[in-house]
């Protein structure tokens, strides 16, 4: 059984990520590629900025939450 969207998102807010305001994506941790001492965020802004998860680190998504 999954959680509808709304209790994933509800989840995400305890979800820490790394990004600046201007990053592409989000990081699972502060200092992968090109990113130096990010600050800790949570998934749900994360996905309320529609930044992606990045590639390299493979941070936590929503899916994942499910």
Avoid: W
Avoid at 9 to 35: I, K, N, P, Q
Avoid at 36 to 62: Q, V
């Amino acid at each position: 059984q999954t959680l509808d969207e709304e209790a994933l998102l509800e989840l995400a807010r305890d979800v820490t990520v790394y990004f600046y305001d201007g990053s592409v994506g989000y990081h699972a941790e502060s200092s992968c590629y090109g990113m130096s001492g990010a600050p800790a965020r949570t998934l749900y802004e994360a996905i309320e900025m529609d930044k992606p998860p990045c590639s390299r680190c493979n941070p936590p998504t929503l899916e994942d939450l499910g």
